[in-house]
């Protein structure tokens, strides 16, 4: 719980500040690489620490990722330049990308599926308080000029988590030799970055039009083209391609995916959104979008007892799917007209139906395979959601700047009105998406699911 705060809470605190950041360091037009680079890397890198804790455990690889995000926070602090602190960023969400992923799937190893939904809650809990926790931070911070506490105050929490990790969690694991999938690893890497690179810059650093946008985008199809190519070779793929092959784990994937999107459109703009149109103050606006993730955990602790265990997965993800819809399209519906009171309550309302979408879809995916497997099944679940979350705050990062340039700039409130309606509209085409995909999902109960080859740990 200590580990996934570390996640928790960085997911919300940075959003609140954005303003005073840019006006520390300038580039507003960059800032959506301040959550995208992060959550690039987090991507790229979850299915190699998925694949390493299947072959070496789940400790090191949880260790080894505190570690980098401690470092990654340290350096944060100290960044002197917009480039310079979205270089940091991307060394933060390497530590991310070990440390999320291996928190869930340390839940799904120590637990059975009815007992799971009861420590999901808990999970889920960790994220109700660092929806309070995180924007009220965040905004604090911002409102005191001391925006770099931000990444400071991670420190002492990435300490106490790998002292905890390193002194309760003991494992056993069957060593062999293993062999790391460079050749994918680095086409995707390269493929995504180049992907997001035309989609952030397209419009603002070149047209779309362009021959660099054209080369850019070329390439980077031509790379996850070979990515696809080289996990069919290799020994031990990175992402193995059979989780594609698998309904539920691809349905369940592509409802990840949306859920990533979904949720970063929105704790991304919503703090900016209410600055910039109405002028709250960055406390105001952080306890609205706290809203959001306070809804989550409420309605993901009771998804087990009161949803997926009597009826099943999927009415449970449809359910959730159907809440969601109702709240982003209120906030798409009036968005024109901000109000701080109006924002709170769609994002709570999206946050409640998300709760019955992401733990239930992940839950089954998990209890669907054995323990050999459950590494890299919850990590190309979470795979699929920070490559949502990347490529969403890419586009909508894109739709935002082009519509906000174009009439007046970010010091313009109706400016920031018209490209945060925007955003908020594309988050309801990406919900919209997601729910086909959840229409898509086959109906697993949850007694009936493998859940087999449990591996003893404590």
Same mark, same amino acid.
């Given at each position: 719980m200590v580990s996934t705060g570390? #996640?928790? /809470?960085?997911? !919300? /605190?940075?959003? &609140?500040?954005?303003p005073s950041v840019v006006k520390d360091l300038g580039g507003f037009s960059s800032f959506p690489w301040l959550f995208s680079v992060y959550l690039l890397a987090q991507a790229v890198s979850?299915? #190699?620490?998925?694949?390493?804790?299947? !072959?070496?455990?789940?400790?090191?690889?949880?260790?080894? =990722?505190? =570690?980098?995000?401690?470092?990654?926070?340290?350096?944060?602090?100290?960044?002197? $330049?917009?480039p310079a602190l979205i270089a940091f960023r991307a060394l933060q969400g390497l530590g991310a990308g070990a440390v999320q992923p291996m928190s869930i799937t340390i839940a799904g190893d120590i637990y059975t599926v009815a007992e799971r939904a009861r420590a999901q809650g808990y999970l889920a809990s960790v994220w109700g308080m660092s929806s309070v926790v995180g924007?009220?931070?965040?905004?604090?911070? $911002?409102?005191?000029?001391?925006?770099?506490? #931000?990444?400071f105050v991670n420190v002492p929490l990435c300490l106490l988590a790998g002292f905890l990790i390193l002194r309760n969690f003991h494992e056993v694991v069957e060593k062999r030799r293993h062999r790391i999938d460079y050749a994918g690893s680095v086409l995707l890497t390269f493929g995504m970055t180049l992907i997001i690179l035309g989609v952030l810059e397209g419009g603002q650093a070149w047209a779309w039009d362009s021959t660099a946008s054209h080369?850019?985008?070329?390439?980077?199809?031509?790379?996850?083209? *070979?990515?696809?190519?080289?996990?069919?070779? *290799?020994?031990?793929?990175?992402?193995?391609?059979?989780?594609?092959?698998?309904?539920?784990?691809l349905t369940t994937s592509l409802i990840s995916l949306g859920v990533g999107a979904a949720i970063i459109g929105l704790t991304s703009y919503v703090p900016t959104y209410l600055e910039g149109s109405i002028g709250s103050p960055p406390l105001v606006a952080g306890l609205a979008l706290a809203a959001l993730t306070l809804g989550w955990p409420l309605s993901a602790t009771f998804s087990g007892r009161l949803f997926y265990m009597r009826w099943g997965f999927k009415p449970t993800v449809l359910i959730g799917m159907g809440v969601a819809l109702l709240g982003v399209g209120t906030l798409a519906t009036f968005a024109q007209h901000p109000s701080v009171g109006m924002v709170a309550g769609c994002c709570f309302v999206t946050g409640l139906g998300m709760g019955l979408v992401a733990s239930p879809s992940l839950i089954a995916a998990q209890a669907s395979v054995s323990w050999t497997e459950r590494g890299v099944v919850t990590g190309n679940n979470l795979f699929a959601r920070s490559i949502g979350s990347a490529v969403g705050v890419a586009i909508f990062g894109a739709v935002a700047n082009g519509i906000i340039t174009r009439? =007046?700039?970010? &010091?313009?409130?109706?400016?920031?009105? $018209?490209?945060?309606a925007a955003v908020f509209l594309s988050v309801l085409i990406a919900v919209g998406l997601t729910l086909i995909a959840a229409l898509l999902m086959p109906r697993v109960r949850a007694d009936t699911p493998v859940d087999a080859g449990s591996q003893p740990a404590a």
């Open positions: 570390l #996640i928790a /809470i960085d997911a !919300t /605190i940075l959003a &609140t500040a954005v979850v299915p #190699i620490y998925a694949k390493l804790a299947d !072959t070496v455990g789940r400790k090191p690889m949880i260790l080894f =990722g505190i =570690g980098l995000f401690l470092a990654g926070s340290v350096l944060c602090g100290f960044a002197w $330049s917009m924007p009220t931070l965040g905004g604090l911070f $911002s409102q005191l000029h001391i925006w770099r506490w #931000i990444f080369l850019i985008f070329g390439v980077g199809a031509a790379l996850l083209v *070979a990515f696809v190519f080289a996990e069919r070779r *290799a020994a031990e793929p990175v992402l193995p391609l059979w989780v594609l092959r698998r309904r539920l784990l009439e =007046g700039g970010p &010091t313009n409130p109706h400016a920031i009105t $018209s490209g945060s």
